[in-house]
């Protein structure tokens, strides 16, 4: 049973904000007045808008890249992902990174949802690349270390089923990708 808003819920309003850490992501502090009256502080991640591109050979196989990642300092498997440069648009940003990163150029390229976090400022747009062929040699940036790798649509999903295994950081994007394929029949046999 779905559940309709009540009316009883209301924006809370915002009394002010103020930058507290500027780095390769920053913290604002935002100061909020809640409907009973309480005031209340938080802090929301400053990030800024990046896309997230779950991307397929001609093949049918994933895209994926191995990186470190200074947060869990670990190796982490992920789509490939981006910063959307100052009046870029998100869908050229996407083919762009997946060029540069993995020197994988889309055929085909479609927006599946927006993602927007409950402490971030952040936009996640993910993408769906299709009939990616490999063209050239990544042009990474200087701090990306990165290895390329392929993997079945079965093999993906069993690694994001398995509740020991949390080596993939995009199982959001990647269950919309494997939706949209499902829509457009791309799966050649059951995953």
């Known amino acids: 049973m779905i559940q309709r808003n009540s009316g009883m819920l209301q924006l809370w309003k915002k009394i002010e904000e103020q930058q507290v850490y500027r780095g390769w992501r920053g913290i604002i502090k935002k100061l909020f007045e ?3 009256g309480q005031i209340a502080s938080y802090d929301v991640f400053d ?3 990046f896309v997230t591109v779950a991307a397929l050979t001609g ?4 895209v994926l890249i191995r990186q470190f990642r200074p947060g869990p300092e670990k190796l982490l498997l992920s789509f490939v992902e981006g910063h959307v440069e100052s009046g870029e648009e998100p869908a050229l940003t996407a083919k762009r990174e997946l060029l540069e990163e993995t020197g994988y150029e889309a055929g085909a390229i479609f927006f599946l949802k927006e993602r927007q976090s409950a402490y ?3 936009r996640q ?3 769906l690349a299709l009939d990616c062929t490999l063209t050239a040699e990544p042009q990474r940036d200087p701090d990306e270390f990165i290895e390329v790798l392929t993997m079945s ?3 993906l999903r ?3 089923l398995s509740s020991g295994d949390t080596s993939f950081n995009n199982i959001d994007a990647a269950y919309l990708a494997m939706e949209r394929m499902r829509v457009l029949n791309l799966f050649p046999t059951q995953f």
């Open 34 to 36: 809640l409907p009973d």
């Open 47 to 49: 990030n800024a808008v």
């Open 59 to 62: 093949s049918g196989e994933f």
């Open 120 to 122: 971030s400022n952040e």
């Open 125 to 127: 747009l993910m993408f």
């Open 153 to 155: 649509p079965s093999d």
């Open 158 to 160: 069993q690694m994001m």
